[in-house]
């Protein structure tokens, strides 16, 4: 493993040279120079603090996710300045407006002398990394110097055949770890045969569905709000065909659909097949808001689902209906919007299982099912009371499970 671990900082120190000029080529195309050698350590801290927890999310979905649990801190730990770093200068952005922390960079990727610098200056107490961001030099520096905790632990079914298949470089790194926080039963079950105990994991549920989301309406999206559309979210390629089926047996109810594809690289093959269909389509950017808006509208940019989920009342999440796992369902139903998911929401347990007990969502499984679903209305008004009642208590016990890492005023600043 020493030997492993020399070999991989060799492969680092000498990809640098080539990396740095090259990431800053992309960097400036993209307009985000200006933070660009954060990732090389070169990082200008606003000022001097007591104490720090630090918060290490990837990017924008992660940052999100951990408003509320960041301003519980600041409410139960005023004395502890947030640190946030990021893997992206968009997550890093989003970071600065909607977290606030006292500190916010870009994580020096892999630099161990960097990580170690700023936990000593900035006196960090613990480090959470958000998701499973598995950065071995990262977390090897960080368990040293602070307790590290790591929330909203995950592990796909695809990516568990590979950290089992190198579990000689994963179980010493999930090691290293003082409480690993996951999102799921499923998870525990995952870590706990990598790592070989599971001594150090908590199912405390997904912290992302904490945080409601506040909505302002585009243009595009003050027109739609006058008409009934059907949102079909997050679908991959094989689910398309059942919903262009189901919506060619109420488009007489509708006036649009509105298809948001996981990935918006696939907007011109769902146009296509719309149009194979017999239906007009555009892409969302291509719209013209004087003119009148074709029968298919794929969304192909990012950051406009949840406004679409705001205005209308029916809505189906994808991944589901293909062995995926599915996607986050309480972005949707935060509006209390009775939706529709496929069967395969594993990735979502916690909050499907609250979701069907207080029967806020259906279940489709085919074509029928969904022609079933938008033809009918639903009043699930006070299933959504009872939902968010259970939902709030759960968050609760998720915080302080979470809160009691945090070290109190006499605790060592070093992990034991």
Not at 43 to 67: D, N, P, Y
Not at 83 to 107: I, N, Q, R, W
Not at 199 to 220: A, H, V, W
Not at 291 to 303: E, M
């Amino acid at each position: 493993m020493f030997i492993l671990k020399i070999f991989y900082n060799i492969i680092i120190y000498l990809l640098i040279p080539f990396a740095l000029p090259v990431g800053y080529i992309f960097a400036y195309k993209k307009g985000e120079q200006e933070s660009y050698f954060e990732r090389f350590g070169f990082i200008r801290l606003k000022g001097e603090h007591k104490k720090s927890v630090w918060f290490h999310c990837a990017s924008v979905g992660e940052v999100k996710s951990i408003k509320s649990l960041v301003d519980e801190i600041r409410s139960t730990h005023p004395d502890y300045s947030v640190v946030c770093s990021t893997m992206t200068a968009t997550g890093k952005s989003v970071a600065e407006d909607y977290l606030h922390p006292d500190e916010a960079f870009l994580l020096p990727i892999e630099n161990s002398i960097a990580i170690k610098y700023l936990i000593d200056v900035l006196n960090t107490r613990i480090f959470f990394i958000v998701d499973t961001e598995l950065w071995p030099n990262l977390i090897n520096s960080a368990h040293k110097r602070c307790k590290l905790c790591m929330v909203n632990g995950r592990i796909s079914d695809k990516s568990f055949k590979t950290y089992k298949r190198f579990s000689f470089i994963f179980k010493p790194l999930l090691h290293n770890f003082h409480t690993i926080f996951v999102k799921s039963t499923a998870d525990l079950e995952k870590f706990s045969k990598i790592i070989g105990t599971d001594d150090n994991i908590i199912n405390s549920g997904n912290i992302k569905f904490m945080q409601p989301t506040e909505i302002t309406l585009p243009q595009t999206g003050e027109i739609l709000q006058k008409k009934k559309f059907f949102l079909a979210a997050s679908t991959h390629s094989g689910e398309e065909d059942i919903i262009f089926k189901a919506f060619n047996q109420c488009d007489s109810k509708l006036d649009h659909l509105v298809i948001a594809p996981r990935h918006i690289n696939r907007a011109d093959a769902i146009c296509s097949k719309a149009q194979e269909y017999g239906y007009q389509c555009d892409k969302l950017t291509k719209l013209d808001t004087a003119a009148n808006f074709p029968h298919v509208i794929v969304v192909d940019k990012l950051g406009s689902l949840e406004e679409f989920y705001s205005i209308t009342d029916k809505i189906f999440i994808g991944g589901s209906l293909i062995n995926i796992g599915g996607h986050n369902i309480f972005e949707a139903l935060q509006f209390r919007k009775y939706i529709s998911t496929g069967s395969y929401m594993q990735n979502f347990q916690e909050i499907m299982h609250i979701a069907l007990e207080y029967d806020v969502i259906k279940i489709i499984k085919n074509v029928e099912d969904l022609v079933e679903y938008i033809k009918n209305d639903y009043d699930k008004t006070n299933n959504f009371d009872l939902f968010f009642q259970k939902l709030k208590k759960s968050n609760k016990n998720k915080m302080k499970m979470i809160l009691k890492e945090i070290p109190d005023e006499n605790s060592s600043k070093t992990n034991q």
